[in-house]
């Protein structure tokens, strides 16, 4: 089951940038990261609704309440006894609950499916899926007539607390509801929250996925949820998690300019540091272990054998022109580095990265072909790259290249360097 990141650590990232791991490297469930009201209260069933600061609420009628109260008691029952007895642990999120293992919450959802219920399918590694999923492709269908309809989604969280979602089309208008439920220490159900939004746009993507968007766009959290309604392949998301997600699109460039191993172009190797070093070091970078300078820039000085023995074994640069692109400074053998943070933070929002295909081009050599999704744009093909990858054995590989392969009509992130230095015009992309 994935675990909830907390709203906090987005404003957390724009002081310290090398945070941005933390979202890219966990498996996309933006449903998770979302602002939601904790109201329970009774609603006079006008149907009303009101603008706050996230979304355009709507009443949750006291027939809707109802109704969901009643089968949340319904579906806990399936697994009362399963987690009662379940062992449990402290969750290693400040103030969450205790957690169950994911082979009981493994066992809880088999046991909702089998009964029918589309319940979202959880994974330690990868993303969650709904099973039951029918359901979903004849609402949109009926969505796509203009004819009234209703669909459920169920979630069993690693809490063991439930979470209820009723995707609704009534007259034209799309709605959802939300709501969860939990065990008070009495060992009983107990409502949580409930609360209805506007959906303000949903489609079907590319890969035949429902996403919705019930939250206005906005820089410090997702507006818009996917809901995948089958498994991911695990080879091809096995790739992805490899050598696409570890480095990502924020504020460095990689993947979203072209260059190879014969010209590698405006790539910027300074900003690829603290993602590759958490590569290699299995850990976060901490900008405050290196000593910090205003000239001729703000920056940190980061000792040249430490640079360099994070970047370069991930390409193949003679070692000269690595130190001439990557500004290194003889008199003190450092290279400089910038943290994100507000003055050099290029903003855009979430992107979900798949890769779709691979082809072998030797026995050492594979490309891959990545699309890339930013649902709160409303592009599930915002472009497509290729990445080209030389397998060195014992897990080590380099990157040999990338290409832009599709841009859509929406523009994609900047490629430009955090340090001034390494800026370049948009002509020499």
Known sequence: MKKSIVIAVLF????GGSLLLLMQNSKYSNDRNRPIQTNTSSSDGSGSKSTSEF???ATVTDKEKETIQSKCIEVSRLYQKIYQNAEKAPSQYWGADDEMKQE???EIENILSSAGYPVMNSDRVYPDYLQNSDGVYSFWKKVQQGTDAET???????SGALSYRRLQFRNKTPYCIYATA???????????CIEKRKI??????????LYYQDLYTDRHWDASVLLRLHPVDKVLDDLNRKYILPIGYQNVNLFLLNWSANNYGNLCFNDLFEYLYRVENHNYLSASDYPYYNDPYPHMAIPAELFEKTILPYFDIPINEFRKRALYDASSKTYPWQDIGCENILYYPSLIPEVTSYTAID???IKLTVNVMCLDYHADRLFAHEVTIRTLGNGKYQYIGNKITYKGDVEIPSAQARIPAQRFSEEGK
């Open 363 to 365: 026995k050492n050599t």
């Open 55 to 57: 979304a355009q609420t």
């Open 152 to 158: 459920e989604i169920w979630s069993v969280l690693a």
């Open 12 to 15: 957390l990232v724009l002081a």
């Open 104 to 106: 009981t919450i493994d």
């Open 200 to 209: 303000l746009h949903w489609n079907m993507t590319y890969h035949q996925d």
């Open 182 to 192: 939990s065990w008070n220490k009495n060992g009983e159900l107990e409502m949580n």
